[in-house]
């Protein structure tokens, strides 16, 4: 099988639900069956399946099934890698975006499955084992201009586009009709001229508020809902449950996955943004608003009085995520970041609603308290040290992590490889960016490449081509494009590397992956280490001018500057060696190749 491009990630939480064997990578390959919880209020749990990963990123043959609850789909993405419960890294895939229909009548949709179909052009894109158990799934299959067709997992489809909080899909899955509402909102009024406005409960999100207004006031998504529901009624049996898009009309998919067809059909493993229904107002009030214009006056009644308190995760945190539990009752929080979920075009308009006066004044909060582990689920009164877990939904990462080959892979292995066989010579090896300094991990960051502000494009005139080149996905935008800088300390000086990251693209079967950008490398002796912040931010920023040609920053460093080529040579033990070698030879640093 074709070697995978995988990327690090920064994730600490250990899945309790995972009993996988220990120190292998595993890939989480497909989602298969649901399996309804006996106990009421308990939600349904899904099969998940795991493929091996092999030293050299290849999947290997050997499978695993693992029943999970249902909110650990927040965490299991499609070609999310663990090892020991922990989430290492993740596969590059294709992302797309895409135009499509949500109304069944236009024939903009069907159901299929993989059986029904006999889809077999899908097998070879998305190699799954011969006895997969997403073989009875369903797929929603959307038709494209062109002829193709997009297809997305039923089950992916639903955890991603319907609302966004966990909470809101394991209600959903879990509790009748009549609670689903009870639990999701406390009111909600149709307006009329297509501006909705729903109160939100306590554990919704705001950005589930467009989701819940339509459940609560359209007949079309109730019924779609209702029918979800119906295919869960027998307590104990596997359900490949059936999924439609909850409104009608023209919508947007942002998609990761593969290709097939010959570049025409794309295989959606992963929904990363979706449209809202279009031309509607959604206004939204909470239960626990703090939207006021103006607080209470201070004898008014406390809310929420000894409130649990709330922490971030910081990196390096070592905690547990148990979803097979509910939070104790008066359990702390801890707030991890999520999975970005883009909110695509502008034909939704949602508005917080905003009081003139608050009813009440803010209570105190408990102290926050570290526990065992921490869960999603609804809170109970069980002591079982399980906190409540939430997911920051708002920010996007500014971690960025390289790829697993490519030029930038191999420059950085290629020092650690030259670091271990001179060890006498040189102290170490580092990475920098601003926000950690220097580290020693062996797995790098790298340093982001900034976007232009509305006020930068607004002042200067800038050509797309510049105005594109932070990003390494032209047609979204979403993924910025970083530098690696790392430093060599020698005895009696150190010297520092800058390499780029390449833009990569996915032929239209999706079998091979190749760098579309060359980019020289840059080696520098700085006058000063402590010159190192301000030099980095002044290369963040001007190599976007220059779109990476380093050639034209170098008489502009606070010390000496190089570039070099990335030339290879037969004999040299690993990738990039002999450019490593060149480089430190333009510097002035000369040692016996090989």
Not at 26 to 38: D, M, Q, R, T
Not at 391 to 414: C, F, H, I, Q, Y
Request: aromatic share 10%.
């Amino acid at each position: 099988m074709e070697q995978m491009i995988i990327k690090k990630i920064n994730q600490t939480g250990r899945l309790s639900s995972l009993n996988l064997p220990e120190n292998t990578e595993w890939v989480v390959w497909c989602y298969g069956a649901l399996v309804k919880n006996k106990r009421y209020g308990e939600q349904p749990r899904v099969e998940v399946c795991f493929r091996a990963l092999n030293s050299d990123k290849t999947i290997s043959e050997a499978y695993r099934i693992q029943t999970c609850p249902l909110t650990d789909l927040a965490l299991l993405r499609v070609g999310s890698i663990w090892e020991n419960s922990v989430c290492t890294s993740q596969i590059v895939f294709e992302e797309k975006l895409y135009d499509v229909d949500f109304s069944y009548k236009n024939e903009g949709w069907i159901i299929s499955s993989f059986n029904l179909n006999g889809q077999s052009e899908i097998y070879s894109a998305h190699d799954f084992p011969s006895d997969r158990i997403d073989k009875d799934s369903w797929q929603l299959e959307f038709s494209l201009k062109g002829g193709g067709k997009l297809i997305i997992p039923s089950l992916e489809f639903f955890y991603r586009t319907y609302g966004r909080s966990d909470e809101l899909k394991r209600t959903l899955l879990t509790y009748s009709w009549e609670d689903i509402c009870n639990r999701l909102f406390s009111s909600a009024k149709d307006n009329g001229r297509k501006e909705l406005y729903v109160k939100l409960r306590k554990r919704m999100y705001d950005r589930d508020a467009p989701f819940v207004a339509f459940c609560a006031l359209d007949p079309f998504t109730q019924e779609v809902i209702k029918r979800i529901k119906s295919q869960m009624l027998i307590d104990g049996r596997k359900v490949y449950i059936k999924i439609a898009p909850w409104f009608r009309g023209q919508a947007q998919l942002r998609v990761k996955g593969v290709s097939f067809d010959q570049g025409r059909s794309f295989l959606g493993l992963i929904v990363t943004g979706y449209s809202l229904p279009d031309g509607f107002k959604i206004v939204h009030d909470r239960d626990n608003t703090n939207r006021v214009n103006e607080k209470a006056d201070d004898d008014n009644k406390k809310a929420w009085d000894n409130m649990s308190g709330r922490r971030l995760t910081n990196e390096g945190d070592d905690f547990s995520i148990d979803n097979s539990f509910g939070p104790d009752g008066g359990s702390s929080s801890l707030e991890i970041p999520a999975e970005t979920l883009e909110i695509l075009g502008h034909g939704c308009t949602v508005v917080p609603l905003k009081k003139e006066k608050a009813d009440s004044v803010s209570g105190s909060k408990s102290e926050s308290v570290e526990h065992s582990s921490y869960s999603v689920n609804d809170k109970d009164n069980s002591e079982n040290d399980v906190g409540y877990l939430a997911g920051n939904t708002d920010g996007k990462t500014t971690v960025l992590m390289m790829e697993s080959k490519g030029v930038v892979r191999d420059m950085w292995n290629a020092m650690r490889y030259f670091i271990d066989e001179n060890q006498s010579i040189i102290r170490s090896l580092e990475w920098y960016t601003p926000e950690t300094s220097y580290s020693t991990h062996p797995e790098p960051r790298l340093v982001a490449i900034p976007e232009f502000l509305n006020q930068e494009i607004a002042d200067e005139k800038i050509s797309r081509t510049i105005l594109n080149w932070p990003y390494l996905d032209l047609l979204l935008k979403q993924e910025i494009r970083g530098f690696l800088v790392a430093r060599m300390k020698f005895d009696m000086e150190s010297i520092h590397f800058i390499e780029i990251q390449r833009r990569i693209s996915h032929d239209n079967t999706n079998s091979s992956v190749s760098e579309d950008e060359k980019f020289r490398g840059m080696v520098f002796r700085l006058n000063n280490d402590d010159d190192i912040h301000d030099w980095v931010s002044l290369l963040a920023h001007e190599l976007r001018h220059v779109k990476g040609v380093v050639q034209k920053m170098v008489v502009k460093c606070p010390g000496v500057a190089m570039v070099y080529k990335h030339s290879t040579a037969k004999n040299e033990p690993v990738p990039g060696y002999s450019a490593l070698i060149n480089a430190l030879e333009k510097i002035g640093i000369k040692f016996l190749v090989f």
